[in-house]
T-cell receptor, first 116, second 111 residues
């Protein structure tokens, strides 16, 4: 069964460093998303991406964040200068159609980012 | 406003019993979805129910939606130890692509 793959599963970084979280969405999917979950809190929307551009972003997704689809298979989230409060589980998701209106999205297993 | 608030926050039952989790939301929705998350793992989509649907079944799962009360329930019948996980409801917000999750119900099924 096709799945969304995220790497690494766990990343530890020093405050102020740049991190890139990687995702390989399901191959025929056209819509891509990043969500995050701070420990013990709700899953929060960060950004949606379609046709090589951001289609929607939340207030969390400030100038420190960027997303890119560098090739036909990868979808990345970059945090330029990490802060302690960026520590969270980051989930990538993809869907065939525009979600959440008509269809389910498939989530990856997440990358746990720890900023020290 | 907050969307997708589940209750109870935690539920512990014996294997074979039914588990019911509830979700309330505040604004109008296009659909409501339920997800499962095993500890420290990714989110698994369980079921989507559209605003014009009242009930939906998938295997041992039964979801109801009452748009007049802005609430939904997830029933897991004949629970198994493997159902132990956190369950989240998630709703859309109007024309936004953002899906809003609740804090979830942590279900423990004891063998």
């Amino acid at each position: 069964e096709p799945e969304v793959t995220q790497t690494p599963s766990h990343q530890v970084t020093q405050m102020g460093q740049e991190v890139i979280l990687r995702c390989v969405p399901i191959s025929n999917h056209l819509y891509f998303y990043w969500y995050r979950q701070i420990l013990g809190q709700k899953v929060e929307f960060l950004v949606s991406f379609y046709n090589n551009e951001i289609s929607e972003k939340s207030e969390i997704f400030d100038d420190q964040f960027s997303v890119e689809r560098p090739d036909g298979s990868n979808f990345t989230l970059k945090i330029r200068s990490t802060k302690l409060e960026d520590s969270a589980m980051y989930f990538c998701a993809s869907s065939v159609e525009r979600w959440p209106f008509n269809t389910e999205a498939f989530f990856g297993q997440g990358t746990r980012l720890t900023v020290v | 406003s907050q969307q997708g608030e589940e209750d109870p926050q935690a539920l512990s039952i014996q294997e074979g019993e039914n588990a019911t989790m509830n979700c309330s939301y505040k604004t109008s929705i296009n659909n409501l979805q339920w997800y499962r998350q095993n500890s420290g793992r990714g989110l698994v989509h369980l079921i989507l129910i559209r605003s014009n649907e009242r009930e939906k079944h998938s295997g041992r799962l039964r979801v109801t939606l009452d748009t007049s009360k802005k609430s939904s329930s997830l029933l897991i019948t004949a629970s198994r130890a493997a159902d132990t996980a956190s369950y989240f409801c998630a709703t859309d917000q109007g024309g936004s692509e953002k899906l809003v999750f609740g804090k979830g119900t942590k279900l423990t099924v004891n063998p």
